[in-house]
Nanobody
């Protein structure tokens, strides 16, 4: 069973940057799709960014983060990153790594807290 572990969250001031990392274990093949989601208190979990491995299809981003966040795959097939720049208080949320690795097969990480102060 695939397990995902996130890291890199923390407290940052408005305008600052953070880089989130996600490492997947328990799988040998490339994961077809990986993404970052976030959930703020009282709100639904929402897609932040998603990426496919090594293809021509560009990553997809939520409109609220376009131009500020960048998702990327590491050289290792089981890693994904989220570079977050120009952070705003509205970005405060728990950020979750997501992996879709088969038909009806997916995994979620436990989440990492990102807090952006005014």
């Amino acid at each position: 069973q695939v397990q995902l572990v996130e890291s890199g969250g923390g407290l940052v001031q408005s305008g600052g940057s953070l880089r989130l990392s996600c490492v997947a274990s328990g799988i040998n093949s490339n994961i077809p799709y990986m993404a970052w989601y976030r959930q703020a208190p009282g709100k639904q979990r929402e897609l932040v960014a998603g990426i496919m491995p090594g293809g021509t299809t560009p990553p997809n981003y939520a409109a609220s983060v376009e131009g500020r966040f960048t998702i990327s795959r590491g050289n290792a097939k089981n890693t994904v990153y989220l570079q977050m720049n120009s952070l705003k208080p509205e970005d405060t949320a728990v950020y979750y790594c997501y992996a879709l690795y088969g038909i009806g097969r997916s995994s979620w990480g436990q989440g990492t807290q990102v807090t952006v102060s005014s």
